[in-house]
């Protein structure tokens, strides 16, 4: 059976625009698409081989993280991304908290939301993302500051002199999502650029090469 995407979002034109967005990942009749939490459940409920939930946690009726929570509960093995006009950290923490695997701002480009799909449908391991308009977004002094395994290896790319679009093909990944692990990594280390974080990543014995 083919794998298949659920899309839950009350706004008929950026459900739409997701509808397209994913379909172009998992074909034509591998969409369905919901405009409340409750319609995605019974959606779900029917879908064969479900593979994502794209869920917009602002829905009329079970909204936030309660919506996060109850497909969570239901498929606890199927990944939820939550996607959202708020830019707000709490409601970023509160879905990630909830079970999201990102929480992503409906102001990011489809490439970067089309590249986080992918990695989500290939099964790829995910630590829980913010992605803002600009880049990936900082849960403050609580959230955990060390650098992912995906972020170490682009460090150490990165130390080495080869640009984002060599890191990308490297590691199989488009450059604009180079860009935002390479943004995630300077705010880790507390740096501005490059030269910068090569410096600090050996001060901090994270690379030692030549």
């Known amino acids: 059976m083919p794998e298949t995407a659920l899309i839950v979002e009350d706004h008929p034109l950026y459900r739409d625009a997701l509808t397209l967005l994913l379909q172009s990942i998992f074909g034509a009749e591998g969409v369905r698409a919901a405009a409340s939490a409750e319609d995605g459940l019974r959606l779900a409920e029917a879908a064969s081989d479900l593979k994502l939930i794209l869920l917009d946690p602002g829905l009329p009726g079970i909204n936030g993280v309660e919506a996060v929570s109850a497909f969570r509960r ?24 909830a079970g999201a695997v990102a929480f992503v701002s409906k ?28 880049g990936i ?4 002094e609580d959230a955990a500051q060390e650098l992912t395994p995906r972020q170490q290896e682009i460090l150490v790319l990165l130390c080495q002199g080869h ?48």
């Open 74 to 97: 239901r498929w606890p093995d199927i990944a939820v991304i939550a996607i959202s006009a708020s830019e707000d950290r709490r409601d970023a923490a509160e879905a990630l908290r």
């Open 107 to 134: 102001a990011a480009s489809t490439e970067v939301v089309s590249d986080l799909v992918r990695r989500v449908r290939s099964g790829e391991a995910l630590a829980p993302t913010w992605i803002t308009a600009s």
């Open 137 to 140: 977004g900082s849960l403050g």
């Open 163 to 210: 640009p984002n679009k060599e890191i990308g093909l490297r590691l199989g990944l488009a450059e604009v999502t180079v860009k935002m692990h390479v943004s995630a990594v300077f705010k880790v280390l507390e740096v501005a650029n490059r030269t910068q974080a090569v410096l600090e990543a050996r001060r901090r014995g994270l690379y030692s090469g030549g």
